[in-house]
């Protein structure tokens, strides 16, 4: 088996030995674990994908690598076009010592030298952040393509910038207008610090061509860099589940936040799980550790009803659940849109009228290309009863989207702005304490440790919905939602279209049902 080190998997060895040992080596993985490594998240994925293919209408007169053919016919493709003098290749694709690189952009220069253009999806404003995970994407291209005897003059970072639509355009149009579309991208010159890491680069590649070649897996431990920003390896569930048996719900849970050594220093010492530590481990926890690992040993639910009470009698009737659906444009559609801002193209509204009554139901897709939101705004102001008083979770998401409503249709503006001032947050007494949030730390669940999302909250509170949010070919989250919408505006079979639409439609009312689930356990603590 050809084993070849690419850009992604360099990135992934940078993050952990193991990863990159277990993508290389594919093969030897069971159906699970191949889903797990290579299904990507398809949202994220498609739309980098997409920047990188409008981002070449920059570049007039390039010509592309196609990608579904073989890593021999790429490579020769394009030495082919480099011999035939094409000014302009996209996805050029070098080789050298095993390690494959496939180049967004390479311009040829008049005097023989090249210009490359690495393009990403990510704005600007993350360069900081990402920067130290750029040069490395970008150093090895460099270092591939100097072996290949490729003279780089310059090499430029190319990020979106944060640039306002003035009027509704269809991406054909924004890419049909260069001058236009350049003022969605800025081009940052890394040369000189992509040449300063060449060393660094070299000696990393000679660590993990040992590394590939080794027919034992890396005994490398689990650690932080099984999960970033909540964002998981995606070989957890190998390592942590199927190699080690860790539970679901382990006394990593307790440390998510900070001091993982401690919990890897107890589960080497034989403690998986909460309800297994001792009494001096328990001892030596923080205030608020302690408080989650008593609480989760007891099985204790811990409510604070008086102040329950408090945030109770503050329902009122009518009473509404609300929830948007939003999807992040890269490159906004929509006059008066910013680059990534967000677009609601779907709510969900359950309305009481009274405490016993059966909920009204109310919902909005925008199901077409065209900008929904002055539909979705009318829908929204027509349904929502002018003296309701609005629950969603965490409010500070559609508080935000409606105040971009606001601005966007400036005679409604009064409206909406009423609706922004009517919403209180049900997840607040779930939230743990703080002194600036009023109603935080009322309801204390074992089972949460300080969680606090719906989708958590939702089978604690109510075992009947344990599984209301894991339906088979159905949308289970926001990205799916998302990517599910995408598909929808494309799809032209009146029969696919009405499947979307349900799926898209279900997912969206369940969150509203959620939040009156929720609300009625909340009420049969009192």
Same mark, same amino acid.
Request: charged share 25%.
């Given at each position: 088996m050809d084993k070849f080190i690419t850009k992604s998997n360099f990135k992934k060895g940078i993050r952990c030995e193991k990863l990159f040992w277990l993508n290389i080596n594919k093969y030897s993985f069971d159906d699970q674990m191949q889903s797990e490594i290579f299904d990507t998240d398809n949202a994220h994925s498609k739309m980098g994908t997409d920047i990188?293919?409008?981002?070449? &209408? *920059?570049?007039?007169? /390039?010509?592309?690598?196609?990608? &579904?053919?073989?890593?021999?016919?790429?490579?020769?493709?394009?030495?082919?076009f480099l011999k035939n003098d094409q000014s302009v290749i996209f996805e050029a694709t070098f080789e050298f010592d095993r390690v494959l690189v496939r180049v967004d952009v390479l311009v040829k220069n008049t005097d023989g030298s090249f210009d490359v253009y690495e393009i990403k999806s990510s704005k600007i404003n993350s360069f900081d952040e990402r920067k130290d995970d750029y040069l490395l994407d970008c150093g090895i291209q460099h270092l591939v393509l100097k072996e290949n005897n490729i003279k780089v003059k310059n090499f430029f970072l190319t990020c979106l910038s944060d640039h306002t639509l003035e009027k509704d355009m269809s991406i054909k149009e924004i890419c049909n207008d260069i001058d236009l579309l350049q003022k969605f991208f800025t081009h940052t010159n890394l040369t000189e610090e992509i040449v300063l890491s060449q060393d660094d680069i070299k000696k990393r590649l000679e660590s993990f061509q040992k590394i590939k070649e080794d027919e034992n897996e890396?005994?490398?431990?689990?650690?932080?860099?099984?999960?970033?920003?909540?964002?998981?390896?995606?070989?957890y569930s190998y390592c942590w589940k199927k190699q080690r048996s860790i539970p679901d719900q382990s006394i990593f849970d307790l440390y998510k936040n900070q001091g993982f050594d401690k919990a890897l220093d107890l589960f080497n010492k034989g403690t998986k799980e909460i309800n297994q530590l001792c009494d001096e481990d328990i001892a030596k926890l923080t205030p608020t550790k302690r408080k989650y690992a008593e609480l989760y040993i007891n099985n204790e639910v811990k409510v604070d009803y008086e102040r329950l009470k408090d945030f109770l009698?503050? %329902?009122?009737?009518?009473?509404?659940?609300?929830?948007?659906?939003?999807? &992040?444009?890269?490159?906004?559609?929509?006059?008066?849109?910013?680059?990534?801002?967000?677009?609601?193209?779907?709510?969900?509204?359950?309305?009481l009228s009274g405490p016993h009554s059966v909920p009204a139901h109310y919902e909005f897709l925008a199901d077409y290309e065209e900008d929904g939101r002055s539909r979705l705004i009318d829908q929204l102001i027509e349904n929502i009863p002018a003296n309701a008083l609005i629950l969603t979770w965490n409010k500070s998401f559609e508080q935000g989207v409606l105040k971009e409503l606001a601005f966007f249709s400036p005679n409604k503006k009064e409206e909406l702005m009423r609706i922004h001032d009517s919403i209180i947050d049900l997840s607040d007494p779930f939230r743990p304490y703080s002194q600036k949030i009023k109603d935080? /730390? %009322?309801?204390?669940?074992?089972?949460? $440790? /300080?969680?606090?999302?719906?989708?958590? #909250?939702?089978? #604690?509170?109510?075992?009947?919905?344990?599984?209301?949010?894991? #339906?088979?070919?159905? #949308?289970?989250?926001?990205?799916?939602?998302?990517?599910?919408?995408?598909?929808? *505006?494309?799809?032209? &079979?009146?029969?696919?279209?009405?499947?979307?639409?349900?799926? +898209?439609?279900?997912?969206?009312? $369940?969150?509203?049902?959620? +939040?009156?689930?929720? $609300?009625?356990?909340?009420q049969s603590f009192i």
């Open positions: 990188g293919m409008i981002a070449q &209408n *920059l570049f007039p007169g /390039g010509i592309e690598i196609p990608f &579904n053919i073989s890593r021999e016919k790429k490579i020769q493709m394009t030495q082919e890396p005994s490398t431990e689990i650690g932080t860099y099984c999960k970033i920003k909540d964002q998981k390896c995606e070989c009698s503050r %329902i009122t009737f009518p009473l509404c659940a609300f929830d948007f659906e939003t999807i &992040n444009y890269a490159i906004p559609k929509y006059k008066g849109m910013k680059t990534y801002q967000r677009y609601p193209f779907q709510f969900s509204l359950d309305i935080s /730390g %009322i309801i204390q669940q074992p089972k949460l $440790l /300080g969680q606090y999302s719906i989708k958590k #909250v939702l089978p #604690v509170m109510d075992p009947s919905m344990h599984d209301a949010y894991k #339906v088979e070919e159905g #949308v289970n989250n926001g990205t799916e939602a998302m990517q599910g919408y995408l598909e929808l *505006l494309v799809e032209k &079979n009146p029969e696919k279209r009405s499947k979307i639409k349900q799926k +898209l439609l279900h997912y969206c009312g $369940l969150d509203t049902e959620a +939040l009156f689930s929720i $609300l009625r356990k909340m």
